[in-house]
């Protein structure tokens, strides 16, 4: 599976930004994304999580309210719509793939995009 994440970009503070993390290879339905952020200096974090129905969604605690995932199958792309951005959202935003449900640990992703930067100004 290979991850192509786009979207990134410079935003003020209170801004909105779209995501996209296109799919291709041996792509399945049965895979759940998520996407995970590191800042500089920072370990990576969870940001959000979707399965591949769309059933279930998971955020950090410091996201929810403001970004929303979601997918569509039928375009192997996964989106993560970024609204109210702040400072602290600054980092480089990776989306990843794996088989079935959503976990939030970075090792548990097997295939993993290259990350696209996102800088939230003040």
């Known amino acids: 599976v290979q991850l192509q994440a786009s979207g990134g970009g410079l935003v003020q503070a209170g801004g909105s930004l779209r995501l996209s993390c296109a799919a291709s290879?041996?792509?399945?339905?049965?895979?759940?994304m998520g996407w995970f952020r590191q800042a500089p200096g920072k370990e990576r974090e969870f940001v959000a999580a979707?399965?591949?129905?769309?059933?279930?969604?998971a955020y950090a605690d410091s996201v929810k309210g403001r970004f929303t995932i979601s997918r569509d199958n039928a375009k192997n792309t996964v989106y993560l719509q970024m609204n109210s951005l702040k400072p602290e959202d600054t980092a480089v935003y990776s989306c990843?793939?794996?088989?079935?449900?959503?976990?939030?640990?970075?090792?548990?992703?097997?295939?993993w995009g290259q990350g696209t930067q996102v800088t939230v100004s003040s």
């Open positions: 979707i399965t591949w129905n769309s059933f279930s969604t």
């Open positions: 290879g041996h792509t399945s339905s049965s895979i759940a």
């Open positions: 990843a793939a794996r088989p079935f449900g959503i976990v939030t640990m970075d090792g548990s992703y097997p295939y």
